[in-house]
């Protein structure tokens, strides 16, 4: 019998009440262990292949510009796509967005800072961040090209 078999064996057994929740936990173990010398670690709920996993970095706004003098915006690149956060006095709005839903970053450069501004394809308002070094703008628009590259595939 394969690995499959005896898993559905023992879903059955589960469904049929013969086997109790910490029992059926417990020899899907056994059976995952037996069918490998190595046990599989199995993907997360909710999680998909395509996901890259990178190490999670944030990048802050420069106080010395226009509208980050008390609460610097911040974008926050994670594994499945980008948090932008606009602080307030009271609480802050925060906006997650997909790595395949960007439809375009534009950058524009002074003389030492720049202003990103990411358009998403699902038609809201583009996410606007000022006051980024501009090495920090470049290594933005150089990760979410090769993140979206990585999604893509």
Known sequence: MNISEELRRLADLLREGHLTEEEFTE????????????????PEAGTTESVPRIEEK????????AGNTLFPDSLVLVSDGIVFR?????GSNEQHINYKAIASLHITNGIFFSTIS????GGSQ????????????????????????????
């Open 118 to 121: 990411i358009e998403t394809s």
């Open 27 to 42: 020899a899907k173990r056994q059976v995952l262990l037996q069918g490998n010398s190595e046990p599989k670690t199995l």
């Open 58 to 65: 944030t990048y802050h706004s420069n106080r010395w510009t």
């Open 126 to 153: 583009p996410i606007v961040i000022n006051g980024l070094w501009k090495s920090e703008a470049k290594e933005i628009q150089t990760a979410l090209n090769r993140l979206q590259r990585q999604v893509i595939r």
């Open 86 to 90: 606009k602080g307030r006095i009271f």
